[in-house]
Nanobody, 124 residues
């Protein structure tokens, strides 16, 4: 069982930066691939980024590549999403998720555990 709690969201202007954090409970955090997803009003939840257990292999959605960076600290049971050059279209609720799977890591259904989400609003 993994309990996830996101923090760090807020209201910023276009071009600003935010760093989201996700704190995980449980002693098996380093056995999970971690991901960030987001959901805007009226839209489906979409993949943002994922990072493998070892923290080396990472993958990003095309819409955030070059602007967002996912990282993890297994010693602290935490995963982070550094978001730079934010755009109004990045406005959404951002969710942290944990997956015990190895494939299709851009698909929400592969993730076993989810946080409650943190709101990110980017004004133009």
């Amino acid at each position: 069982q993994v309990h996830l709690v996101e923090s760090g969201g807020g209201l910023v202007q276009a071009g600003d930066s935010l760093r989201l954090s996700c704190a995980a409970s449980g002693r098996t955090f380093n056995s999970y691939t971690m991901g960030w997803f987001r959901q805007a009003p009226g839209k489906e939840r979409e993949f943002v980024a994922t990072i493998r257990k070892n923290g080396v292999s990472r993958s990003y959605a095309d819409s955030v590549k070059g602007r967002f960076t996912i990282s993890r600290d297994n010693a602290k049971n935490a995963v982070y999403l550094q978001m730079n050059s934010l755009k109004p279209e990045d406005t959404a609720v951002y969710y942290c998720a944990a997956s015990g799977g190895l494939f299709n890591l851009r698909v929400p259904d592969v993730y076993n555990y989810w946080g409650q989400g943190t709101q990110v609003t980017v004004s133009s």
